[in-house]
């Protein structure tokens, strides 16, 4: 465990610098993400993420994956970031870092479940419980390398999730995202996406 949680660390310690990002800079920068991720990261289509207020560090991690195409690829992301900088990328998720999330809405149909595994997971299958790693409020742990998760569109998450199980995502250090959702179920998949969507 303290093996794991070192490589997180790491992982987020060099994908961004926080001494040198400027959020400023990172608004003229993201004029090119505004069209797909909305004003202020905000976006409108829920297959997209909102990327407003997300942890800059996380954030820098995901363009230069995409960037790399190795771990993470998707045909839209990458002409977008092809020609931005390290100092481009940190200073864009330094802006969106600092925006405030529009929320989200749940389903109260499936509210239940979806707590229920967000909070304690499934015992019996041996899915681990989301809150964990990313807090009772879908916070999420920036110096720790885990994403905030509250207001996110459940659409977004519950495909990121099926990627994670199905291996069309293996960004997540040391396999984490891959083990604790490798027996979620569809039904469980789509009630802890509609429980986080309703996080604040």
């Known amino acids: 465990m303290k093996q794991r949680l070192a490589t997180v660390l790491l992982c ?3 994908s961004f610098n926080v001494l040198a990002a400027d959020p400023a800079a990172g608004e003229a920068k993201a004029a090119i993400c ?9 976006s409108v289509n829920p297959e997209w993420p909102k990327l407003a207020g997300q942890h800059a560090g996380y954030t ?8 790399a195409g190795v771990t993470r690829s998707n045909a839209l992301m990458a002409p977008m970031i092809a020609g931005l900088s390290d100092q481009d990328v940190d200073d864009i ?18 509210h239940a479940l979806g ?17 964990a790693c990313h807090g009772p409020r879908g916070a999420g742990n920036g110096p720790a390398g885990f994403p905030r998760l ?8 519950a495909k990121q999730l099926d990627d994670w199980r199905t291996g069309g995502r293996a960004n997540d250090p040391n396999g984490m995202m891959a083990d604790a959702v490798r027996y979620l ?6 009630a802890v996406s ?5 996080l604040h």
Not at 34 to 42: E, R
Not at 150 to 157: R, S
Not at 185 to 190: K, L
């Open 12 to 14: 987020a310690a060099v």
């Open 34 to 42: 505004a069209s797909c991720h909305g004003p202020a990261g905000n």
């Open 60 to 67: 820098a991690k995901q363009i230069h994956d995409f960037k």
């Open 93 to 110: 998720a330094a802006y969106y870092a600092v925006q405030s999330s529009t929320g989200g809405f749940a389903s109260e149909a499936l």
């Open 115 to 131: 707590e229920r595994i967000y909070r304690g997971g499934n015992m019996e299958s041996g899915v681990p419980a989301c809150i």
């Open 150 to 157: 509250a207001g996110q569109y459940a659409v977004y998450t």
């Open 185 to 190: 179920t569809p039904g469980e998949v789509q």
């Open 194 to 198: 509609e429980y986080i969507a309703g």
